[in-house]
């Protein structure tokens, strides 16, 4: 048997929020070309892959104008986007609701549909960064809050420093490669009903050379990126958000959705990589 139950659906619970989001969305980090990738999100957003992931860092806020004119391209409420804030943001909340303002600006949006922070900043009790985070929902400038690269005891933790409003989401590396969340986090987050969003999943392109996703992707006619994605989202509470610049990428990416590895091929991929 899997070390999970397989999950069937291709929609995910956000949290215990009652809504749910796409169980592949795409990401932003280290866009090289701005025409080409918002003309693969918007084919994205078009075929049903609505999660989009930016954050303030990325492309030095480049990367969330783009996201802001891809809302723009096909109508804000047809975007669910998540961006990321830099830590030392949230050592006290005004600095959090202007860092979130600045944000905005760039988005062209009054509000994000999730906002993290990107990883926990040492130099602030998580107590203070989670009150600042807090803060930022206060003010109607995100729906929902949530985390990037929180271990499973600072996710604990935060967890147990909120006060209004529920971590829906960690962002960590994740993948059929890198399956160290496995070791404590997923299980920390499937207990407190936080969903997972697994970043760098296809691992650079290392997927593609990897002997055994390349075996099961033959088996099932389907190519190493799509079995990849695959054995992510077959995790309970698990998303997953491939980069893609190339609209011929993204019809490969929407080709992970809509079926699943059997269990024992599951079992297979969970004995490679670490």
């Known amino acids: 048997m899997p070390r999970f139950p397989v999950d069937y659906s291709d929609v995910k619970p956000l949290g215990r929020t ?23 999100l918007v084919y994205a957003i078009e075929r049903g892959l609505n999660l989009v992931d930016t954050a303030e860092m990325y492309g030095h806020g480049k990367a969330e104008e783009l996201v802001g004119k891809v809302a723009r391209d096909v109508g804000r409420d047809r975007v669910f986007i998540v961006t990321k804030l830099y830590p030392h943001r949230f050592r006290d909340p005004e600095t959090a609701v202007r860092a979130a303002e600045s944000s905005l600006r760039r988005l062209g949006t009054s509000y994000v549909d999730l906002l993290l922070i990107h990883w926990p900043d040492d130099l602030a009790p998580i107590r203070v960064q989670i009150r600042s985070l807090e803060a930022v929902a206060e ?38 490669i890198d399956k160290t969340v496995e070791h404590g986090l997923l299980r920390v987050c499937l207990n407190h009903g936080v969903t997972v969003m697994a970043y760098s999943p296809l691992e650079r392109g290392a997927v593609l050379r ?17 079995v990849a994605l695959n054995f992510l989202i077959s995790r309970p509470r698990v998303v997953a958000i491939p980069k893609s610049e190339s609209v011929d990428h993204v019809t490969e990416i929407v080709g992970s959705l809509g079926w699943r590895l059997k269990p024992e091929d ?9």
């Open 18 to 40: 009652g809504e749910t989001i796409i169980a592949v969305g795409l990401g932003t980090w280290g866009i090289r070309s701005e025409e080409s990738a918002r003309k693969a």
């Open 266 to 274: 599951i079992e297979l991929l969970e004995k490679y990589g670490y």
């Open 210 to 226: 990897a002997k055994p996703v390349r075996e099961v992707a033959s088996k099932y006619g389907k190519t190493p990126v799509q």
């Open 139 to 176: 003010r109607g400038l995100t729906r929902y809050v949530g985390l990037s690269n929180f271990n499973d005891q600072q996710l604990a933790e935060a967890v147990s420093s909120t006060s209004k409003h529920d971590i829906v989401v960690d962002q960590v590396k994740y993948s059929v």
